[in-house]
């Protein structure tokens, strides 16, 4: 139920997974596995709804540097000019990356660090090899989108209000879910100290974007955490 002012909170965990942690990640951030116990701290809170969230990649998926042809195919350096495979006339510009997170595989599992058992709901996104999905709730096309994960619908039937974002990567994956969540409808707060980002410039640019969509930071042991401590399931 929610409070009586209305107040439903949900924690969306984003992409805390082996191969974008270090030491042995194929992508890891770094300093990534650092934020695991600002993580389990959040767990403890009385969310409505803990969700933690899983890039599952096929193997051909498009955002892996080996996908495409030389000498534009350097992970990190090379970028790709995507095609809307429902409207050719609509395109993205996407950063390659080394393979990551492949479906199946131990790369792609939520780290031991995090206390798996107090999560509610795992959510896989990036299954079409066709396009990027940086974002939990769908790939960054409009014209028409190509693949959603039916999170924003989870969310809006459970009746939540607000969303509580932190894990990897704060200048994409984290960016991205984050201003969807508040395209979405719903009151979104990033926790700074449960983030690491791939880039130090690339992640203060991220938090700028996230304030100009009404995005607010703050600390896990901030003032607005508070509320969540006082809410009742």
């Known amino acids: 139920m929610a409070n009586r002012d209305g107040f439903k909170p949900a924690l969306l965990i984003i992409d805390v997974q082996n191969d974008f942690c270090p030491p042995d990640g194929s992508l890891a951030i770094p300093d990534g596995r650092s934020i695991a116990p600002v993580v389990n701290k959040l767990l403890d809170l009385p969310f409505f709804l803990k969700v933690a969230t899983k890039d599952w990649h096929p193997r051909d998926h498009v955002s892996f540097a080996s996908n495409h042809p030389a000498p534009d195919n350097k992970p990190f350096e090379s970028y790709a000019t995507i095609p809307n495979p429902l409207n050719q006339s609509e395109t993205q510009s996407t950063r390659l990356w080394p393979i990551h997170c ?70 994409y994956c984290v960016k991205w879910s984050a201003i969807d969540a508040a395209e979405e409808g719903f009151k979104v707060w990033v926790v700074h100290d449960a983030v690491k980002g791939v880039e130090d410039d690339s992640c203060k640019q991220a938090f700028a974007d996230m304030e100009k969509t009404g ?12 509320r969540v401590k006082q809410f009742k399931k």
């Not at 703050?218 to 508070?226: K, L």
């Open 102 to 171: 492949v479906q199946d595989t131990s790369g792609a599992e939520i780290i031991d660090d995090i206390d798996r058992a107090k999560i509610d709901v795992v959510v896989e996104k990036g299954q079409d090899p066709r396009v990027e999905m940086y974002s939990v709730f769908g790939d960054p096309f409009r014209n028409p989108q190509v693949a959603r994960s039916g999170l924003a619908e989870m969310l809006r039937i459970n009746g939540v209000t607000d969303c509580y974002v932190c894990g990897l990567a704060t200048d």
């Open 215 to 226: 995005i607010t930071e703050i600390s896990s042991d901030g003032t607005e955490i508070e």
